[in-house]
C-alpha cells in the first residue's frame, strides 16, 4: 500500500514539475493568451506559499522571482524521497 501511495506522489510530483517548467517557459513559447493562464493558474496554488516565504526572507533583495527555481529544486527532492520509498 506505501508503494502506491509513494507511486502516486511520485507521478504528482513529475507533474507539477512540468508544471512549474511551463511556467518559467511561457513567455518563450509562442501561444495565446489561454496556454499562459491555464499554466498560471496550474503553477499559482504551488508557487503562492512559495513566494510568500521569499517575500519575507532574505531572497527578497534579487530582482528576479526565484521562487520557480526554489519550488523546482523541493519537488525533485521530493520526488527522490518518493522514488526512494518504491525502491525500499
Known amino acids: 500500500m506505501l508503494y502506491y501511495i509513494a507511486y502516486c506522489l511520485y507521478i504528482f510530483f513529475i507533474v507539477l514539475q512540468a508544471d512549474v517548467l511551463l511556467y518559467l517557459l511561457r513567455n518563450l513559447l509562442p501561444s495565446g493568451n489561454f496556454f499562459r493562464y491555464f499554466v498560471e493558474m496550474l503553477a499559482a496554488p504551488a508557487l503562492g506559499p512559495v513566494q510568500k516565504l521569499v517575500k519575507h526572507s532574505v531572497l527578497k533583495c534579487f ?14 527532492y521530493l520526488g527522490s524521497l518518493c522514488s526512494y520509498i518504491m525502491e525500499h
Not at 530582482?63 to 525533485?76: E, G, M, N, Q, R
Request: proline share 7%; aromatic share 14%; no cysteine.
Open 63 to 76: 530582482k528576479t522571482d526565484i521562487s520557480p527555481y526554489i519550488l523546482l529544486i523541493v519537488l525533485f
